[in-house]
């Protein structure tokens, strides 16, 4: 399935630049350090059971009021212009040293090579080669931009797409170690990093880029940058050079080496799926977003980008206070009146009992817009979702770094209809958005299940890695997808194995079912563990799952149902209820052999569940903290024999008669 549209916009750069003048004294960005201080006085009041404060209530109200977006003592804004200015004179300073020239505050490493490590490559799709090949495309120069979400980044990203470049996101929450092998491997011409941000000064912070050697570091000044008058001559627009650009960033994702992969971005990929959203659901410049979702996530681009092409006001919460405590974001919810919100399901999960807390919250009547992406969505999160908040619009989101975020969406409003033909966990990921193309490839000449194929100018333009990884993911579409087609032209397009696992329904939407390697068969039924773990969680007494397959006593294939639980549940209460609830949901061959209930799950660097160690933790579990219920699966075992035998003694009484 695919939709076809042209884009609103020749290049990112121009956008931004129209919508910064047609507002110009308009508030772009807040950093909401004083919201967070509003946000610290309602958690401890909550936490001393005195609820959502009368005073503080009338004050945000009276913020609301007075302005828009609502400001509290310590915020600080930045106006259109002022970004504007910033980009501008930022662009020139950039310019300006990768064509040879000085900067005041460039700080250069003593070393005579800037780059050090393992040498990068790339691995570009078929067509992008072929356009280099032919000179009608160029490699642009990699910036690194080490600074956390703040008016600095976004001045900085802009910057860096104004001078024709792409930028590589380095998240300050990563590892040191990572972040070097990174820049190392990137061959990164030179690293932006800001003096301050929400007025704490940085200092020294860059010292360990320097040190390695690996290259220079620029560093960048809000109150610098809007003073200043840009020195260099009139920069070229990207979208007016001769040659364009083969992509506009670059960001890191876990491989499946084992070492982590660079997807490069194109500008097409983020301008398409902006003018999309723009035209299904438009921003109108009166619009308060917010920026929190960390930098190494493609998501954050969207996140930001909307807002600033569109002149809405965009609210940054300090770092800080959501790396300690990711549930602040209801407080911001409910002090700046946010009206469109991007998130993952259990981060909604999570803030929706501090939502309801507090018996005055605005936050029904301000959240226009919420779009869940990024994780498997519940049907029951829908409807809790939709009782909380009865106005607001939900969309699910499917996609990944490779397909510049987002490829399908499924506005929720169309659930009940397709919950009153179809039996569903999970909220569909529903149908491709503007220019993209998705199918299902299938075993067995399956046409309404299989792995996901994406195509179309979502797709990146390929990897930057290791010369020795294989990430050769790009590919034609094969013959037992359900769109081939004898047209050669159609056969000879390009699509990106997801490794994701889905079904289409008769409405043609697509529903999640997992990875495609968390699909596994048991006794030659193919089982999508992501099912399974949909399942446990409508458990009233189940708050997450996650299911793993390994192989058991005699090289049995087992399954095992690793459980978070309410608070208010014990697993010696809950254990038999769960599984023989899980009997009369699933097919046997589906329910766990062993359930394991644990306080909280391992996670990856990117958040993530990591499967690999609760594998390697079965066993580990087994003495002290897992349920097999072995008494219930032998019966269970003896009750199928039985049957197998009495319709096999059928069988050979009909054949005598």
């Not at 046997?588 to 391992?602: C, D, N, Q, R, T």
């Amino acid at each position: 399935m695919s939709g076809a549209e042209q884009p609103l916009h020749c290049c990112l750069s121009h956008a931004f630049s129209a919508a910064a003048s047609e507002d110009p004294g308009g508030i772009a960005v807040v950093h909401a350090s004083g919201g967070a201080a509003v946000s610290a006085e309602l958690r401890r009041r909550i936490a001393a059971g005195a609820g959502f404060s009368a005073g503080v209530d009338r004050f945000c109200d009276e913020r609301a009021r007075s302005r828009s977006p609502p400001l509290y003592p310590g915020d600080r804004c930045f106006t259109y212009s002022d970004v504007s200015r910033a980009v501008d004179r930022l662009s020139s300073r950039l310019c300006n040293i990768l064509d040879g020239g000085d900067d005041p505050d460039l700080i250069k490493p003593s070393g005579k090579s800037y780059h050090s490590g393992d040498e990068a490559t790339y691995t570009f799709k078929p067509g992008a080669t072929q356009l280099l090949e032919s000179g009608d495309v160029y490699v642009p120069k990699v910036i690194g931009i080490y600074t956390p979400p703040s008016v600095e980044y976004i001045v900085s990203v802009l910057s860096v797409l104004r001078c024709g470049e792409a930028f590589l996101s380095i998240d300050p929450m990563w590892p040191k170690e990572r972040m070097l092998s990174i820049v190392s491997r990137s061959n990164v011409e030179l690293i932006i990093a800001s003096k301050s941000s929400f007025g704490i000064s940085h200092g020294r912070q860059t010292d360990w880029i320097v040190e390695s050697g690996s290259c220079p570091v620029m560093l960048l000044s809000m109150e610098e940058s809007t003073t200043e008058i840009s020195r260099y001559g009139n920069i070229v627009w990207p979208c007016a050079r001769e040659k364009r650009r083969l992509f506009c960033y670059l960001i890191y994702t876990s491989g499946s080496t084992g070492k982590p992969k660079g997807v490069c971005g194109t500008e097409e990929g983020l301008l398409n799926r902006f003018s999309w959203m723009q035209r299904l659901y438009p921003l109108h410049g009166k619009e308060i977003l917010l920026f929190k979702t960390s930098i190494s996530f493609v998501d954050h681009l969207q996140e930001f980008i909307a807002s600033i092409l569109c002149a809405c006001t965009l609210v940054v919460p300090p770092l800080d206070k959501l790396k300690h405590n990711a549930l602040v974001v209801a407080d911001f919810l409910e002090a700046y009146h946010i009206s469109r919100l991007i998130a993952v399901p259990s981060l909604m999960k999570a803030i929706i009992p501090a939502m309801l807390s507090r018996q005055n919250t605005r936050v029904p009547h301000w959240l226009e817009l919420l779009v869940l992406s990024g994780e498997e969505f519940s049907v029951s999160l829908w409807k809790e979702l939709t009782r909380l908040l009865p106005k607001t619009i939900i969309l699910n989101l499917y996609g990944s770094t490779e397909v510049a975020g987002d490829c399908t969406y499924f506005d929720c409003k169309r659930l009940p209809m397709i919950l009153e033909a179809e039996k569903l966990s999970n909220v569909p990921i529903g149908l491709p958005i503007s220019n993209c193309e998705v199918v299902l490839v299938g075993e067995d000449d399956e046409l309404n299940h299989g792995v996901i194929y994406v195509g179309g100018v979502c797709l990146s333009s390929g990897y930057m890695s290791d010369s020795s990884a294989d990430h050769l993911d790009f590919v034609e579409l094969p013959h037992n997808s359900s769109l081939y087609c004898s047209d050669e032209e159609h056969q000879r397009l390009l699509f990106i194995r997801t490794g994701d696992f889905a079904k289409q329904l008769a409405s043609g939407d697509f529903v999640f079912l997992g990875r495609k390697d968390h699909t596994v068969k048991i006794n030659g039924q193919r089982i999508a563990l992501g099912e399974i773990e949909s399942m446990l969680r409508g458990h009233e007494a189940v708050l997450d799952a996650a299911v793993i397959c390994h192989k058991g006593p005699e090289e049995l294939v087992q399954l095992a149902a690793f459980l978070l639980l309410n608070e208010k549940k014990r697993p010696s209460e809950v254990s038999r209820s769960i599984r023989h609830w899980m009997v009369e949901k699933l097919p046997y061959a589906m329910v766990p052999y062993h359930f394991i209930f644990l306080e909280s799950f391992p996670r990856t660097s990117s958040g993530k569940v990591d499967y690999e160690f609760l594998s390697a933790s079965v066993v580990m579990h087994s003495k002290d903290n897992i349920d097999t219920d072995s008494s219930s699966n032998v019966m269970e075992v003896i009750k199928k024999v039985v049957i197998l035998l009495l319709q096999l003694m059928r069988v050979i009484i009909l054949g005598l008669a």
